[in-house]
């Protein structure tokens, strides 16, 4: 159950468009569609931002956006604000038996 | 409104044991696997263990797989897990989350803080 791949961070100004990415292998992100995205606040319960790879719960701003190609998913988020200032988890089902998240990347807004 | 709240958590010795309970209220919690995901100090996210809505079936990381427990009791609207053998590297923010098996968990508890040392 090794961690999926995700760079320690990311940047990006208000107003850009930053992506971060989320790889693993084929008996995890390659072989189902179910890639989720969370956002983290320090000190705060973790948001789900996208599920089933391109998904977004009610009440998530279509800022964020996930896909998915081959071993690696990916989630944008456009027209960057301070608050989008967090860390940002994937996590995808390994197999019908596990599942297994991302190491995080922490996103910053200069 | 869907809330979860964990409890239990505190300072425990090695090789101790503890048990943290979480309490759904806003939703029906027989209609829902539920999960368990843990946080090290400064780490990521780590899932601990899942649980399908009648506790048919129960799945663990390989790292407390034989160590911790996970059970409901959906008339009593709370999850449950108890933890054994407890190790230094089990110290962690433990949270409740609701959601689809082994794919996105949709609502998450604030978490409860477990430290293993002596």
């Known amino acids: 159950q090794s961690a999926l791949t995700q760079p320690p961070s990311a940047s990006g100004s208000p107003g850009q468009s930053v992506t971060i990415s989320c790889t693993g292998i084929?008996?995890?992100?390659?072989?189902?569609?179910?890639v989720s995205w969370y956002q983290k606040h320090p000190g705060k319960a973790p948001k789900l931002l996208i599920y089933e790879v391109n998904k977004r719960p009610s009440g998530v701003p279509d800022r964020f956006s996930g896909s998915k190609s081959g071993n690696t998913a990916s989630l944008t988020v456009s027209g960057l604000q301070t608050e989008d200032e967090a860390d940002y988890y994937c996590s995808s089902n390994v197999g019908s038996r596990s599942l297994v998240f991302g190491g995080g990347t922490k996103l910053t807004v200069l | 409104e869907v809330l979860l709240v964990e409890s239990g958590g505190g300072l425990v010795k090695p090789g101790g044991s503890l048990s943290l309970s979480c309490a759904a209220s806003g939703f029906t919690l027989s209609g829902y696997t539920m999960n368990w995901v843990r946080q090290a100090p400064g780490k990521g996210l780590e899932w601990v263990s899942t649980i399908t809505s009648d506790s048919a079936f129960m799945y663990y990381a390989d790292s407390v797989r034989g160590r911790f427990i996970v059970s409901r009791d959906n008339a009593e609207n709370s999850l449950y897990l108890d933890m054994y053998s407890l190790r230094a590297e089990d110290t962690a923010v433990y949270f409740c989350a609701r959601g689809k098996l082994l794919a996105d968990f949709d609502y998450w508890g604030q978490g409860t803080l477990v430290t293993v040392s002596s």
């Open positions: 084929s008996s995890d992100v390659g072989g189902y569609n179910f």
